[in-house]
């Protein structure tokens, strides 16, 4: 007989479901929900579990039950019906542009649920406002990042308020104090120092991962004369950059690193 694992979780459960699989499946069930009653505070709770003969870092089973979300219920669950998905977004989060293929997945890196709002947040720069009911995003906040294509160490970003930053993360930075005016091409330097990391040949290793004090330097310089509405797109080719903003203006420029 199989062992059977137990997680205690401070509720009586009145009831328990497995997620349904498909006709035909040779999936093992790994999702479940559950209900509680006669507790001060009740809840249908999502669970999942993995491969109950692994062990994790921590020594624990890795496929010991894992909450996944639960929402507060006022009485007791005297009953679930079946667990089944009500909404998805399967392109919320992506990446585009040179070398990419379109709408390739870029990873959700945060969620927060108001009920019916969610915001989530991904790789791509994007901020996102779902509700459960609609099928597309309510709003969308429209930053984009760009590395340079032929010299990784230059990096731009554009944002919904109005700023378009060039990244200058290049190995000849010189030491100046700390500087930003806002307009022009004010710059100010940051600070990136990782420490207590193996020391990597500087000829193979990114600007943005070198640890090395003397070239620990980022350039910041804003673009724009001064800051616009959105900045809703750029893109960059060789020392030419344009970008365009809800203010019903285009931007070039052909000298970027003159």
């Known amino acids: 007989m199989e062992e059977i694992y137990a997680k205690f979780v401070s509720q009586k459960i009145s009831k328990t479901r497995w997620r349904p699989l498909p006709p035909g499946s040779l999936q093992t069930a790994e999702t479940f929900a559950t209900g509680s009653w006669d507790n001060e ?9 993995g491969d109950f003969g ?23 669950i005297m009953d679930l019906q079946t667990l089944s998905v009500n909404q998805q977004w399967t392109t919320a989060h992506y990446h585009t542009g040179p070398g990419s293929p379109s709408y390739s997945s870029a990873p959700c890196t945060g969620i927060v649920c108001n009920n019916p709002e969610i915001v989530t947040v991904g790789e791509d720069g994007r901020i ?11 709003r969308t906040i429209v930053w984009e990042v760009h590395f340079h294509p032929s010299n990784p160490d230059h990096l731009f970003t554009c944002s919904e308020d109005g700023s378009l930053w060039h990244w200058d993360a290049s190995t000849d930075v010189p030491e100046k104090s700390l500087l930003f ?9 940051l600070s990136h120092s990782i420490s207590n990391q193996a020391n990597v040949h500087q000829s193979v290793i990114s600007s943005w991962l070198s640890t090395d004090p003397a070239k620990d330097r980022i350039e910041i310089t804003s673009l ?9 797109s750029l893109d960059v080719l060789g020392p030419c950059l344009v970008c365009g903003t809800d203010a019903e203006a285009i931007y070039v420029t052909r000298h970027l690193f003159s």
Do not use: M
Request: charge should be negative; proline fraction near 2%.
């Open 41 to 49: 505070e009740n809840y249908v709770s999502l669970w999942s579990i």
């Open 54 to 76: 692994n062990l994790d870092s921590d020594g624990g089973f890795e496929g010991d039950h894992q909450l996944l979300c639960d929402i507060r219920h006022h009485g007791d």
């Open 128 to 138: 996102n406002l779902f509700r459960a009911d609609h099928k597309e995003a309510v």
């Open 181 to 189: 005016h806002q307009g022009g091409r004010t710059s100010t330097f």
């Open 224 to 232: 724009l004369p001064s800051r616009t509405l959105s900045v809703n």
